[in-house]
């Protein structure tokens, strides 16, 4: 079924179109302007102090400007309203609604709260509001302790900073929910009688690049180095026939399941008529009208990632600013990232398996490469968010609304579990590969040493 546009006859709550366009654009604008300006400081900086002390190739203004100015959106992305949609019937010219609603996020907590949403209430509260303001503690101690003479500080800063660059990505699981959630009610637009539209509002926008810039920023940071001489070995790695056949097993199976999976169902929204007639009483009367003009039948809606992705395009041209937000969240996050790693991890295990393959030159960078797109692909995190939000609205069924999960999301797991086994494969033989040529080099200095003596 392909989303029809709402019409003129129903109104959404929250800001009009021209309005979250307007300030999407200013947001996005200012945003890379800033990050701009950090990265010229730093290339100035690196001019003027090129042989003065370390540390002046990174670059910490343009890190900086990011990262403050994702955190000063993430006021207006918990406050602002989030999104609003409308469901409405239309009956000989009356139009009345069956189910409207315009929430920010922390109006949406304090909804789950307040009707015993407790599970769906603490996991919105901890992937929007715990994990950013976990993620500051952690930066302010990281970069605090980074300079400390205490090698034990020093250890923890360099933790600290890993620890942020792996949850980073973990504050924007539910804003995938809410994307399919905008195909599924522009999907039950069916005019005459049948009337609904979901918009995404600025604070989508406002909490979509604060996830985006917190996560790039974060992952531009470098842990404080810590000397142990292994880098002074030159190391070969060692031959490992078994894990690449494994590793290109599992990538097959990760594309075909990713394929799959994002061709399925995910989410499902359908609304039961006898629900919203007990909670509607008004509407009892035109049960026998609605029944004629087969209004139940119409109250169904099912996404897949690929239809969501191809009717974002689509808004896209339509001049929706947070339709391209929400495109790239899916098709560079989730889908792009996901693949360009299981890629780079082929190749990782096709060089361990390689006679003679260098470890320092080769396969120690394509492992940090992919250790970063690890961090940075939402494969995981959209699973996640379709899990929080149908938890979350599950109350919705008492009063006619039903979004429930699909199969394609289990097929979608299966391939993130594909990735994961074969990330900790390669990134595992990797470190034993490293571990046991520190230890023959080690030996073969200490023969050395002897023999000299």
Known sequence: MTPVETTASIELGGNTLHTVNLISSIVIGCMTCMALLGCLLDLCRRRLFANDAKGTTESRWGLAATLVCSYALLAP????????FNVSISIFGITKALKEDTESMVGLIGYLFSNELLVGAFLVTLYSMIIPALKVVLLILGETWRY???PVRVKWAGRCIAVVQGISKWACPDLFAYILMTYLFRSLNQPPHLLSGMQLDVGFACFSIFCVGSTLATLGL?????STGAEKAETRCKHNHILMPIV????????????????LPIMELRMDMELLYENKPGLKALASILDSFHVQDLM???VSVWKCMCSLAAWILQGEVTAAIAFVMYAVFVVSLTVADMVVLVFASWRLATPGGSFQSV???????????KKLSMLDVS????????????NLRSKGV?????YGLVVMLAAEMCHYLAFHLVCNAAKTSAEETMEKTTDTTNTELAIYV
């Open 248 to 263: 290109i097993a599992l990538a097959a199976a990760c594309f075909v399941l990713l394929a799959l999976g994002m061709s």
């Open 383 to 394: 699973i996640m968010g379709v899990v929080v939000v149908v938890m979350s609205l599950r």
């Open 402 to 406: 039903i979004i429930s999960m699909q």
């Open 148 to 150: 400390s003479t205490s």
């Open 300 to 302: 169904h809606a099912e």
């Open 222 to 226: 470098h842990g404080p180095e810590i």
């Open 77 to 84: 992305g918990l406050f602002v309203t989030l999104f609003s």
């Open 363 to 373: 396969i120690q960078p394509a492992i940090a490469v992919s250790r970063k797109l």
